[in-house]
């Protein structure tokens, strides 16, 4: 199939060939048509900023199937979006995503109610600093977290029990919700049986649904392991898991469950310095889903959280346009969604955009914006401990970077109240306690050392 030659010949279509970028081209053929972006949106399914990313190259045209849908969309030869063997005149082929087949170590307007809020918040932990006294060596002994880490180390552990599909998926929710409670000593107790048990099971499950689904939970819980890793400061494992998350994902007809552990595989390759890899990684994840988005709450909430931890990822590296415009899309999902969820443990909503929105400031180096971001939270009305742990832990890191030590102070003992488990393990949490105990008013901190001592900072 040719395209008709007005198309052909416009000097747009044929300047973005010659110029091999896809984005130029969907551009040129589009106006050539006389189609508007939302025109295009209607007829693949993508949203009009999507596709308005991808003609400005801010999304990379990387993934194949996305590339035969605007093809589909736009009545163009395959060949012109680099899909088959194109005349001299083609677009050069993009460059493949990167694939992840096997493990490759790392390079390594204010509320004023709100504001009352967050200060009032700050002000009632003052006298707090005797919170969560259990001492890092208490858990020397059998320590869980060390007995995970033996667990995934150690290929000769003993073999699990399997059980039910409902049963495993009961007990992995269980842990799921462990976690969001911010009890992370608690879930690495959990998981090295469960993990066993769910290996067993897969492979005692016939292929067929049964074997899928089976597949399914294993990655999720890999996922789950990876996060907690990175909760402990151990990227290492943090990258392990995350992949050994997506081989079992390949398993799995789970849509979802796949979409959901490419976030997690994103967020390693993020923290391994792999930002720009991470994030078109990501994208094109969401990208994928968008078409899907009418079938449901649970599509939403995992195409929202998709979209924040791109926005998030593009902030680290340093693209405040690219984080803003995603953050904004994020935003459009969560007013679709109407309220706070919980669906596939996403915990996504409009109260998770405002948390997405002071640690995006933060990472800017937008300090006092991110306190600002912070001011308009209810903190008390986060749902879930580990997000409102996590919204303290970015309050006294925004703080500590503007060079303000009481309130950030008072912000760590504030996380602590919401999870002795954010503080003790967290490594940024230590530096800034590190600091203050080094910064010349640490004198005037009550309880900082002792604070220091529970979080296995030197003093």
């Known amino acids: 199939m040719e395209p008709p030659r007005a198309i052909w010949h416009t000097d747009e279509v044929r300047a973005a060939v010659?110029?091999?970028?896809?984005?130029?081209?969907?551009?040129?053929?589009?106006?050539?048509?006389?189609?508007?972006?939302?025109?295009?949106?209607?007829?693949c399914g993508y949203s009009v900023s999507t596709l308005s990313r991808m003609e400005r190259g801010k999304q990379p045209l990387g993934d194949v199937r996305v590339l035969r849908v605007l093809v589909d969309a736009l009545h163009i030869p395959p060949a012109l979006l680099g899909l088959a063997d194109t005349p001299r005149r083609s677009v050069r082929a993009p460059a493949p995503v990167?694939?992840?087949?096997?493990?490759?170590?790392?390079g390594e307007g204010t509320d004023p109610m709100r504001r009352r809020t967050l200060l009032a918040g700050l002000t009632g932990m003052a006298g707090t600093a005797v919170l969560g006294t259990t001492s890092p060596q208490a858990f020397a002994a059998g320590d869980p977290v060390a007995v995970l880490r033996n667990a995934l180390l150690d290929p000769s552990a003993p073999?699990?029990?399997?059980?039910?599909?409902?049963?495993?998926?009961?007990?992995?929710?269980?842990a799921q919700s462990v976690f969001q409670l911010g009890r992370y000593t608690d879930v690495a107790d959990r998981l090295p049986g469960l993990l066993s048990t769910a290996t067993a099971t897969r492979n005692d499950t016939s292929a067929g649904s049964g074997h899928a689904a089976a597949n399914g939970m294993l990655s999720e819980l890999y996922a789950l392991t990876s996060e907690l890793m990175i909760k402990l400061g151990d990227d290492r494992l943090a990258w392990t898991t995350a992949d050994r998350a997506l081989q079992a994902s390949h398993g799995t007809d789970d849509v979802l469950t796949q979409a959901a552990v490419r976030r997690a595989w994103a967020?390693?390759?993020?923290?391994?310095?792999?930002?720009?890899?991470?994030?078109?990684?990501v994208v094109d994840t969401a990208t994928a889903l968008q078409p899907d988005l009418h079938r449901g709450p649970e599509y939403l909430s995992v195409y929202g959280s998709l979209l924040s931890t791109?926005?998030?990822?593009?902030?680290v590296d340093g693209d405040r346009d690219t984080a803003h415009d995603l953050l904004a899309e994020a935003v459009d999902t969560a007013t679709r969604l109407g309220a706070d969820a919980n669906h596939r443990f996403t915990a996504f909503g409009p109260t998770a955009i405002g948390l997405y929105r002071?640690?995006?400031?933060?990472?800017?180096g937008d300090f006092g914006t991110a306190v600002e971001a912070a001011r308009r939270i209810d903190p008390t009305a986060i749902p879930l401990v580990e997000r409102?742990?996590?919204?303290w832990s970015d309050v006294a890191r925004s703080f500590h970077h503007w060079g303000k030590p009481e309130q950030c102070y008072r912000a760590l003992l504030a996380?602590?109240?919401?999870?002795?488990?954010?503080?003790?393990y967290r490594k940024p949490i230590q530096q800034i306690t590190t600091s203050l105990l080094r910064h010349p008013t640490a004198n005037t901190l009550p309880g900082l050392r002792a604070f220091a001592t529970r979080t296995g900072t030197p003093a």
């Open 18 to 43: 010659d110029s091999g970028d896809l984005g130029a081209v969907v551009r040129g053929v589009r106006r050539a048509n006389h189609l508007t972006l939302a025109d295009l949106a209607d007829r």
């Open 98 to 106: 990167a694939r992840v087949g096997v493990i490759l170590m790392p």
């Open 159 to 174: 073999g699990g029990v399997p059980v039910a599909l409902p049963q495993l998926r009961q007990r992995m929710a269980a």
């Open 267 to 281: 967020i390693v390759l993020r923290r391994a310095g792999h930002a720009d890899t991470a994030q078109r990684l």
């Open 310 to 315: 791109a926005a998030y990822t593009a902030a």
């Open 358 to 364: 002071i640690s995006i400031a933060r990472v800017l």
């Open 388 to 391: 409102r742990a996590r919204y």
């Open 415 to 424: 996380a602590e109240h919401a999870s002795p488990d954010e503080v003790r």
